[in-house]
């Protein structure tokens, strides 16, 4: 996803030196040198961050951003001169989420950007996904593939599968299988284990021998 992020900024120095930057750094910028017409922008919600300077025409920064804050949770840096302190405590009273004081180099505000974004933006936990072979187990969505095949299994048989999985060629007697994946209140015995084995080697249909029985002692799985 390519980050949009709008620079309220009067100055067209400091724009030119900080947009390149940003530009190259991977994220598309728009600009705009007055408060009104900035916000008017940032309202349209099609920023992932404002940049926002404090001394602007039309409509200073602070008045900017509290009305912003009417509508909007867009991440907001406030850009302030070193003058300008009790600003930075009421841009964090009004709502900003960061600021960089003036002058400030273009490598410290993309880092700053970058930091914000991924704060306000986290990626999606990776799904955790077992792979054994040709077989693939999505915890999270619950699901199973063979290969390009989606196996229909039940959750029983999902979850024997998944600790087996887990731990490749590793022997679990069938009392450990019931307590690991049935619970220690399972009333069932041992052959409740045998039973779902059969069911998945018919599930698993060429990859049957996968599931391995260890005379005595239990079963494992192994990759082909
Ligand atoms: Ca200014």
Known sequence: MVHSILMIEDEPRIRNFVLPYLQKAGYAVDECGDGGEGLALAKT??????????????????????????????????????????????????????????????????????????????????????????????????????????????????????????????VFSREELLSRVWGYEFAGDARTVDTHIKQLREKLGASRGMLVTVWGKGYKITAP
């Open 45 to 170: 919600g099609k920023y992932s961050l404002v940049l926002l300077d404090i001394m602007l025409p039309g409509m200073s920064g602070d008045e900017v951003l509290r009305e912003l804050r009417k509508t909007s949770q867009v991440p907001v840096i406030m850009l302030t001169a070193r003058s300008e302190e009790s600003d930075i405590v009421l841009g964090f009273d009004t709502g900003a989420d960061d600021y960089i004081t003036k002058p400030f180099s273009p490598r410290e505000l993309a880092a700053r950007v970058r930091a914000l974004l991924t704060r306000a933006y986290p990626p999606a936990p990776a799904a955790p996904v077992v792979t054994c072979g040709p077989l693939a187990l999505h915890g999270a969505a619950l699901t199973a593939t063979h290969g390009a095949e989606k196996l229909s299994l039940t959750p029983k048989e999902f979850d024997l599968l998944f600790l087996l999985c887990e731990h490749p060629d590793t």
